[in-house]
């Protein structure tokens, strides 16, 4: 059973916490218009009222990538059918996209038949004609030597949001020097970020085989900067876990749930891409709402599908795999309808906004 003394407990914390965020004056450049200038929530572009529900992950993929069914109208159809309001979109850098574990290797070269700039131009031309549908995010990469030049350049355009952070994929370590300005970043302009975990199985840089090395790496970060509202994607450690049985997958994040519970600045995203093969959800993947329902409350849990990796039962998502994912959350989490409109944009609206 919920122990909803705790579960209040967190949310009056969690209150006093955004209440905080908001109060400062760069937490509201959650939202600015297109000279910068931070607006309120309720002028949000494109939208009056809150969004309902928000996906926390989704990517679009470079214009002349041959691959169908990756692009901006692609990705506005299935939320449209799915009735989700808004999501926060991801751009990946061309560096992020050419350097799955390895190191940066030639910045000009093409991928997927785009440039560097012909990438960030279909991001910017797609967040510019849809805002009231996506927050901007940018995954970035703090190896590239102009990152926080473009980060100012990026905010100018209205970015919310840094992540997913890639620091396995990008072969440096979570608490490494060259992440640091980016937090700092986060931290002056109140922008909120999301941590990946995924891969540090594979990662180069990160030398142990045991995820608590990994994790004090993260919580060094989430606890120093503690004015920045952080939220572990995929559900913290997640990748190879998903083979092992549901005991062992929980006791892998046991201290990604218990660092929620100390501190207020942490959110989760329990997203799908692990967890949905054929069209079907994994048997433990209920399991896991639930625990985390009963352990610490939906009040700081999202959702995500990672968009167009939803579905892994092929290569990229279609169609049907996107009710999948959302079907779970709206109808199949047992829940309360509190806790439902919690878990499906409440908590995510608080995490990217710094308001509730
Ligand atoms: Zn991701």
Redesign the pocket.
Known sequence: MPDHHQADAQGVSRRKFLTDCAAAPAAVSGFLNPDGEAVTAERAPGGSTKPRIIDC?T?IFPRHWDFRGCRVENLLQDMDRCGVDKTFL?FYSASVLASPCGELKDPNAKRFGDSNEQTWEYFIESWKKHKDRFYFFN?TDPREPDCIKKLEQQRKLGLQGLG?TQPATQNILPNGPEFMPVYRFAAEKGLPV?L?M?RWEQSLCLKSKDFDDVFDMFEKVIREFKDVRFML??GGNCGSCKARPFEQYRAANERCYRLMEQLDNLWICA?M?WWIAQNKVHPSFPKLLEHLRSRIGFSKVTW?S?WP?CGASKEFSFKSDYDTVVDFFRKETPCTEEERAQLLGRSAYEFVTGQT
């Open positions: 992950e990517h991801m995954a997913e999301v990946t995924e994607g995929h997203c891409p995500g990672d990796y």
